[in-house]
């Protein structure tokens, strides 16, 4: 018997925390996800053109960056259908982070 309780407990707790309904720590962290994700760009600047062009010269590169971004991605439109899905529209937005880059 105490088995079979611990086992509807663990289950219950188990889904309060798993399904994704509004007001849940599950449904904050899928609608906007809670860790920053970064990109870093670089670029290149040509600084001799006229030479690899006309004289075929090596070129001499300059590297420019990391240029660095935070990602947002939030879940907007959200549709509650009676199958128990979700349809939505997924946004993103990115951040120039300027002590990163």
């Not at 990391?66 to 509650?80: A, I, M």
Request: aromatic fraction near 16%.
């Amino acid at each position: 018997l105490l088995l079979a309780c611990r086992d509807k407990i663990f289950q219950t707790i188990l889904h309060s925390q798993l399904i994704i309904t509004p007001g849940t720590a599950a449904f904050n962290a899928w609608v906007e996800t809670p860790i920053p994700v970064y990109t870093k760009f670089y670029f290149f600047d040509m600084l001799n053109p006229s030479e690899l062009f006309h004289n075929h010269e090596k070129p001499i590169l300059e590297e420019k960056g990391p240029y660095t971004f935070r990602e947002v991605e939030k879940k907007v439109n959200l549709v509650w259908h009676d199958d128990g899905t979700v349809s939505y529209k997924r946004v993103k937005f990115w951040y120039f982070e300027r002590d990163k880059s």
